[in-house]
């Protein structure tokens, strides 16, 4: 389809009707809702929780959430307010880009993924907020560009998703265990904390890493912390101590040996 096509699709009024900058009062609540359209929120300022279900979620600052189509969720800022970069949309966006083998088996939009949690994705981030400004702002060719930053966005989620996705039949101890991993990349983390954690022995998660992502656990962790390494380095004005420490490492020593293993040269030489 050709981007004149998409541009005009894009000018239906409830496409993308929601884009906005908006802050919230100290434990000030909303819900329980439900809505059509898919929620992405950018928490620019605070925290605040999400809950989905009988599942309550802590979002920080940097954090983002996407929220799916029909989910019912009650929302409640945390105790020094927040502030949200927050988009609104209708699927169809995502759907006028086409689509790709890669994703026919594998599709965001599914109830299993209804409520989604990224950690400090600065890329997203910015996209997120390039949406907004030429939505707000509407200066010359704006659509064209909205187009291609949506585009962006979805690839960026697809890639995100493809570095924590688990099959469908896959263990429900793995899921908790990558569950935990991820909520907890950036600090002090051991094999046998994991262990702990999903009630399972260390042993028996070493397999099922192994048998179903043929990566080791500790290695599963080394490499989602040299991801969130390289976005650093490349999105923000961190230092490599900053970036080192940011990222779970526990020193620059072990920063620097782990991120030659994975990527072939030190950091200091990829910041260059």
């Known amino acids: 389809m050709q981007l004149e096509q998409l541009t005009k699709q894009l000018e239906h009024p409830r496409l993308a009707e929601v884009f906005r900058t908006i802050s919230f009062h100290p434990s000030e609540s909303y819900g329980p809702h439900a809505h059509l359209r898919i929620e992405i929120n950018y928490v620019k ?80 981030m910015r996209v997120i907020q390039r949406i907004i400004n030429e939505l707000n702002e509407k200066r010359e060719y704006y659509q064209n560009l909205v187009v291609m930053y949506y585009a962006e966005l979805l690839l960026l989620i697809y890639r995100h998703l493809d570095e924590i996705y688990v099959p469908m039949g896959a263990n429900e101890s793995l899921r908790h265990a990558i ?57 923000t004005e961190l230092s490599l101590k900053e970036v080192c420490f940011q990222c779970g490492f526990s020193s620059p020593q072990q920063f620097a040996r782990i991120f030659k293993g994975h ?7 990829f910041k260059k």
């Open 45 to 124: 300022r605070g925290s605040c929780i999400l809950q989905v279900d009988d599942e309550s979620v802590l979002f920080r600052e940097g954090e983002i959430m996407i929220i799916l189509s029909n989910v019912p969720h009650v929302f409640e800022a945390g105790t020094q307010g927040t502030t949200l970069l927050q988009l609104e949309f209708l699927p169809e966006i995502f759907s006028m880009f086409g689509s790709h083998d890669r994703f026919d088996s594998f599709s965001v939009f599914t109830r299993e993924n209804r409520l989604i949690r990224i950690c400090n994705h600065i890329r997203m």
């Open 179 to 235: 569950t935990f991993i991820r909520a907890h990349v950036d600090e002090e983390i051991s094999v046998s904390q994991v262990a702990k954690n999903v009630g399972i022995s260390e042993r028996y998660l070493r397999k099922l890493f192994v048998d179903s992502l043929h990566i080791a656990p500790l290695e599963y962790v080394n490499q989602l912390r040299v991801n969130r390494a390289i976005e650093l380095m490349k999105n």
């Open 263 to 269: 990527v072939g040269t030190v950091p200091s030489h």
